[in-house]
């Protein structure tokens, strides 16, 4: 893979010194390298011409958002790689920041921003994702049957419990969402707390928007999430709260599941480390 990188480098950028490649970080559809510590090089692992859309999406996303998003430098559709110079802050998964609550306005912002846009418009750029609520709960409850072993006895009712329940309604309408927007996308600066940029946007679609909250519920808690939703400009009433609570808790079961197979253990860390706030009987307050 670091050849495959050095040779699409002298082929985009001409006359670049490489001095150092380092392996960044690994997701279920891309790999992302860092080189010389100011350019990052992600290869979709999984349909590389995907990497047209989300080049054309990005030249939107970059004046539609309120947040740095990558800037790319260049792009390769028939291998999958695409580079951009590093953006500021480091990923919250891995470096928690002191501080959350102060993440909570720009994501406010964020979703505002990207909830905002004509679902119209940005179906040229982005698919329609409409997975139904009742399949996602099928996947989590064979997901679940995978890791049971894994989830401390003491919770385990509390995922069983969510397992055997009816799953929510459909949305009433779709909107543009980044989709997957957990941690592991979102930059932030440790020493203020500050949110400096999101990544991966491969994923994006007009979909549900309770995608977008449920992976900050999930990742950041409830009281965060509450404060996210203080600076939410969109209508978001029970119906919405339902549906993020239902798909916070499936998406927890996936990481959960993918980081005790194929993926880094720190996805199955950080489920079971966030798995109590997720699955209590807590109501979002509204």
């Known amino acids: 893979m670091i050849g495959d990188i050095r040779a699409v480098l002298a082929r985009y950028l001409p006359g670049y010194e490489v001095h150092t490649v380092v392996p960044a970080g690994q997701g279920q559809?891309?790999?992302?390298?860092?080189?010389?510590?100011?350019?990052?090089?992600r290869a979709r692992v999984t349909d590389p011409a995907a990497v047209r859309r989300e080049v054309a999406l990005l030249d939107v996303v970059k004046d539609l958002v309120?947040?740095?998003?990558?800037?790319?430098?260049?792009s390769d559709d028939t291998t999958g790689v695409l580079a951009y110079r590093v953006l500021p802050g480091l990923p919250?998964?891995?470096?928690?920041?002191?501080?959350?609550?102060?993440?909570a306005e720009p994501l406010g912002a964020l979703l505002s921003a990207l909830h905002g846009a004509s679902p119209d418009r940005m179906r040229e750029l982005a698919p329609e994702d409409t997975y139904p609520p009742a399949t996602l709960l099928q996947d989590a409850q064979h997901d679940y049957r995978d890791v049971e072993q894994?989830?401390?006895?003491?919770q385990r009712p509390l995922i069983e419990r969510f397992?055997?329940?009816?799953?929510?309604?459909?949305?009433?309408?779709?909107?543009?969402?980044?989709?997957?927007?957990?941690?592991?996308?979102?930059?932030?600066?440790?020493?203020?707390?500050?949110?400096t940029g999101?990544?991966?946007?491969?994923?994006?679609?007009?979909?549900?928007?309770?995608?977008?909250?449920?992976?900050?519920?999930?990742?950041?808690?409830?009281?965060?999430?509450?404060l996210v939703?203080?600076?939410?400009?969109?209508?978001?009433?029970d119906h919405d709260r339902r549906r993020t609570l239902f798909h916070a808790r499936c998406n927890l079961i996936e990481d959960l599941a993918y980081g005790v197979s194929t993926g880094p253990s720190?996805?199955?860390e950080a489920a079971l480390a966030h798995l109590e706030w997720t699955f209590s009987e807590w109501t979002i307050s509204g």
Do not use: M
């Open 29 to 41: 559809d891309n790999t992302v390298h860092l080189v010389n510590d100011e350019l990052v090089v």
């Open 66 to 74: 309120p947040v740095r998003v990558p800037d790319v430098l260049f």
């Open 92 to 103: 919250l998964d891995q470096h928690p920041v002191p501080d959350p609550k102060r993440l």
């Open 150 to 154: 894994h989830v401390p006895a003491g």
């Open 163 to 195: 397992l055997a329940a009816a799953p929510p309604e459909l949305p009433r309408d779709l909107r543009f969402c980044h989709n997957p927007l957990g941690a592991e996308h979102l930059l932030a600066d440790a020493a203020t707390s500050t949110l």
């Open 198 to 226: 999101v990544i991966d946007w491969t994923d994006a679609a007009v979909t549900d928007p309770a995608h977008d909250f449920a992976k900050i519920y999930r990742d950041l808690g409830p009281e965060v999430f509450d």
């Open 229 to 237: 939703l203080d600076a939410y400009d969109r209508p978001f009433d």
């Open 266 to 268: 720190r996805y199955a």
